[in-house]
């Protein structure tokens, strides 16, 4: 009798024991390269109908580099730690990133950090690696001839003058030259930059010329768009005839139509992450640094460009101006999502600069702004002083391609800027809890790893105290 019930309790015990470590498999673990906790130093705030999805970003602070993956929401998909630094990363097949990093190249040449390829498969959690392919600034990725496209800097000597020039290098897998293109020989001098710019080049002081930081590279077509920061121009390049087609900007073949239909010297200065996603549209970070017009704007914002190569006019048919406190005097990117909505990364780790003073706000490391098309914001990422985020991409597989449909149709005349307010206006007030708190899965399942031993441990208990008393009963009789 009393054998046949301890049989029974054994069982109960090993059954729930196993139905505990079944269900807490079923948790997804967060991987890293380096370690299995990671917290994300990030409020999210949700004031309306944001987009749901994945991003993926570089994040660095006090020494700390990683490749993030999340979703909108915040919870940490994945991650990726390495020294000393991540470049962009671009999603080129379901599950898959292309990314720059591990390690950073030590190239004394170069003035930006140059990086090695990798392409990251997600679900597996592997990567390929091209140790060889070296890019700074940005890449780009042929699938099907397996070839990547580069930015590459060296100083050329001109006169008494160093000079800081850029190149675009076509290599292969394992980094053979198939391809270059030389801003030397195809830009000319003139278009140098009015604010004198220079940089370090191995403890060298030069002129920093074109300061070329984004690549978008039509393969198929053999078109490679190129943008220069320094001139606050844009550029396509035929790949076949090594021929600049046209340029956009300061010193372009577009008349650049301002907000009141007036033309203006420049639409945009010193910009980043220049993308089109339609024909003829493109999207681009303005990061309004060294505004000729006003150099202490101090208004960096995401736009929407819209060119018309019949009449060689361009002006921007949508943008979203950040208050002060968003200011990016560099890096930064706006990304079209699958929504219609814009995302831009204010990435800079900190934004009270001598230029925007007074700071009559909070500092902040890295922003990330979600706006729909009417400039509402709807959700926002904040990260501490401090925490640096060169650029930003999407995740999805939601019909989402490299040119969806701009949310905005060009229009005869170009639309007003949407203008900033002292602070962020939400599109719908913040609940009483706005603030959603980030929980790294590795720590929920370490509670679902505690939850499991303390049921053990009662049941464990619960059948000792039965002993215990039958035992005792036993002595009585």
């Known amino acids: 009798m009393h054998f046949t019930r301890n049989k029974k309790t054994i069982f109960t015990v090993v059954i729930a024991t196993a139905l505990c470590l079944v269900l807490s498999s079923f948790s997804p673990i967060a991987h890293s390269e380096t370690s299995n906790i990671f917290t994300l130093p990030c409020t999210i705030n949700t004031y309306g109908n944001a987009w749901n999805g994945e991003i993926a970003f570089d994040l660095s602070a006090n020494s700390t580099y990683d490749l993030v993956v999340m979703n909108t929401n915040g919870t940490v998909l994945n991650v990726r730690q390495s020294t000393p630094s991540y470049g962009p990363a671009y999603n080129i097949a379901p599950n898959t990133l292309l990314f720059e990093g591990e390690p950073q190249a030590p190239d004394t040449n170069s003035a930006w950090p140059v990086w090695a390829t990798h392409i990251w498969n997600l679900t597996s959690n592997t990567t390929e690696d091209f140790p060889n392919v070296l890019s700074e600034h940005d890449i780009q990725y042929d699938p099907t001839n397996n070839t990547f496209l580069t930015l590459q800097d060296y100083v050329r000597q001109v006169g008494n003058n160093s000079i800081l020039m850029d190149k675009i290098v076509l290599v292969d897998a394992t980094g053979n030259v198939l391809w270059s293109w030389d801003v030397y020989n195809n830009i000319p001098l003139s278009e140098a930059s009015t604010f004198n710019e220079t940089t370090k080049v191995n403890g060298q002081t030069v002129e920093d010329f074109t300061h070329a930081n984004s690549l978008d590279w039509d393969y198929s077509s053999g078109i490679i768009y190129l943008n220069s920061r320094c001139t606050n121009t844009f550029y396509k390049i035929n790949q076949t005839t090594g021929e600049i087609v046209w340029a956009c900007g300061?010193?372009?073949?577009?008349?650049?139509?301002?907000?009141?239909?007036?033309?203006?010297?420049?639409?945009?200065?010193?910009?980043?992450?220049?993308?089109?996603?339609?024909?003829?549209?493109?999207?681009?970070?303005?990061?309004?640094?060294?505004?000729?017009?006003?150099?202490?704007?101090?208004?960096?914002?995401?736009?929407?460009?819209?060119?018309?190569?019949?009449?060689?006019?361009?002006?921007?048919?949508?943008?979203?101006?950040?208050?002060?406190?968003?200011?990016?005097?560099y890096g930064g990117g706006t990304v079209l999502l699958p929504n219609g909505d814009f995302i831009g990364d204010f990435g800079d780790p900190s934004h009270q600069l001598t230029q925007n003073q007074p700071w009559n706000f909070n500092n902040t490391g890295a922003v990330f702004v979600e706006v729909n098309t009417a400039g509402q914001i709807v959700r926002t990422w904040t990260f501490p002083a401090g925490w640096y985020v060169y650029r930003i991409t999407t995740l999805t597989d939601q019909n989402f391609t490299s040119t969806p449909t701009p949310s905005v149709l060009p229009s005869s005349t170009p639309i007003n800027t949407i203008k900033p307010q002292t602070t962020p206006t939400p599109s719908v007030l913040p609940s009483s809890t706005p603030i959603n708190t980030i929980i790294p899965q590795?720590?929920?399942?370490?509670?679902?790893?505690?939850?499991?031993?303390?049921?053990?441990?009662?049941?464990?208990?619960?059948?000792?105290?039965?002993?215990?008393?039958?035992?005792?009963?036993?002595?009585?009789?």
């Open 250 to 329: 300061e010193f372009g073949n577009f008349t650049l139509i301002g907000d009141n239909g007036n033309v203006v010297s420049s639409l945009w200065y010193h910009s980043h992450d220049t993308k089109e996603v339609s024909p003829d549209i493109f999207t681009m970070f303005d990061n309004d640094y060294e505004n000729v017009t006003n150099p202490d704007d101090c208004h960096s914002r995401m736009l929407e460009l819209t060119l018309n190569e019949t009449s060689m006019t361009a002006y921007v048919n949508w943008s979203w101006e950040a208050p002060t406190q968003y200011w990016n005097d």
């Open 442 to 477: 590795t720590i929920i399942n370490s509670f679902a790893l505690v939850a499991v031993i303390m049921v053990v441990t009662a049941l464990g208990i619960v059948f000792y105290m039965r002993k215990r008393t039958s035992n005792h009963k036993k002595m009585q009789t």
